[in-house]
């Protein structure tokens, strides 16, 4: 789907005039910019957003505010622009008086009709302005309100460019067969959390605590809800758990652009393990573990082998996992924690550089 930012101009790109100017841009003398508005403009294009300004003109075309006062300095701010590759898809420019009443006005969103019929993500769109009536708009709309403050402009630029490259990537992963019923939510970028779902639930103590690891030395936010047919035993579930858990990951990343893409090792008391990853879109599982137990509280360990090769294929990631150890319950866990670290190490990202991290250009 299509996604917008959907950016106001008097006070947010061009300085807005003062009451004795009758707070309108009708001459060249007072046309200046925002300072950091261009710069921030410049940062914020290629990243896959439609532009689109919106800007509430009090009587524009009326005796009092003529046309041919407006259009200069509009044109001049859109021509800078455009030098700096800087162009907007749309402009939707409401004329009416506050009086008026019409919902064409911000925050009212009767302008925004092609935007509303299902063909725009409006969730995970912006609206970037520096009013309550901006922050109404964005509301109004269902999509994210960032301010710009007339104290702080460049400041509030700089962190409202910050906020949209910094996008949470997040999925939602349903799976149902015969055998088992799984809903997981991740996301990458916002931490430990136990939420909606109520935290990590797969019916199985012992492999909730293992994924437990995942979401809190991962640094991830993780829900897991897995109901499955363990009259049966426990295959299905710790199977259908990886599957579903490895393609959370692999869409909340997206197009990876930007990723460290490679991930760690750990001791944990007399164990050590080692987990190495690839994103690299060939799924391989390397698996070196030995354990000496049939059982690690209620989970076979057999299955712990199978969990992996199943995420990874799932995740279409390259995974190694090494590890040695006595006791079987920290063998276990320090596999699932070298794996969190690993994680977190490899879907960090830079914000500011969505270079793909492949030579090959594809990963």
């Not at 609206?127 to 109404?136: E, K, T």
Request: net charge negative.
């Amino acid at each position: 789907m299509k996604k917008a930012l959907f950016i106001d101009r008097d006070g947010t790109i061009v300085r807005e005039p003062s009451a004795r100017d009758n707070y309108q841009l009708d001459r060249l003398d007072l046309f200046h910019f925002v300072p950091g508005a261009i710069g921030a403009l410049k940062n914020l294009c290629g990243l896959g957003y439609e532009f689109v300004l919106v800007s509430n003109q009090d009587g524009l075309g009326t005796a009092s505010f003529p046309e041919e006062t407006f259009w200069p300095c509009h044109n001049l701010m859109l021509e800078t622009l455009e030098g700096e590759g800087v162009v907007f898809d749309d402009q939707l420019i409401d004329r009416h008086f506050p009086e008026d009443g019409s919902d064409q006005r911000k925050p009212g969103t009767g302008m925004f009709g092609k935007y509303l019929g299902g063909e725009y993500n409006l969730a995970e769109s912006f609206v970037i302005g520096d009013r309550d009536s901006d922050m109404q708009l964005a509301e109004n709309l269902g999509a994210k309100g960032l301010r710009i403050d007339p104290q702080a402009e460049a400041r509030s630029w700089q962190e409202a460019v910050l906020a949209v490259r910094s996008t949470s990537r997040t999925a939602t992963v349903e799976r149902k067969t015969r055998e088992t019923d799984i809903r997981i939510h991740i996301d990458l970028d916002n931490g430990r959390f136990k939420a909606i779902g109520g935290g990590i639930d797969t019916g199985l103590k012992f492999f909730d605590h293992m994924l437990d690891q995942i979401a809190h030395h991962g640094g991830v936010g993780l829900e897991i809800s897995c109901k499955g047919d363990l009259e049966v035993d426990e295959h299905h579930s710790i199977e259908d758990v990886g599957i579903a858990l490895g393609e959370a990951i692999l869409k909340a990343l997206g197009d990876k652009a930007g990723i460290e893409r490679y991930g760690f090792a750990l001791p944990m008391d007399e164990c050590r393990a080692i987990v190495l990853l690839d994103f690299g879109g060939r799924p391989e599982l390397v698996w070196d573990v030995e354990f000496t137990r049939e059982y690690v509280g209620n989970v076979p360990t057999e299955m712990f082998e199978h969990f992996f090769k199943s995420l990874s294929t799932a995740m279409r990631a390259n995974l190694y996992v090494r590890a040695v150890g006595k006791n079987n319950h920290h063998l276990a866990e320090s596999i699932f924690k070298a794996f969190a670290r690993t994680l977190r190490q490899a879907v960090s990202r830079n914000v500011f550089s969505y270079e793909l991290p492949s030579s090959k250009g594809i990963l």
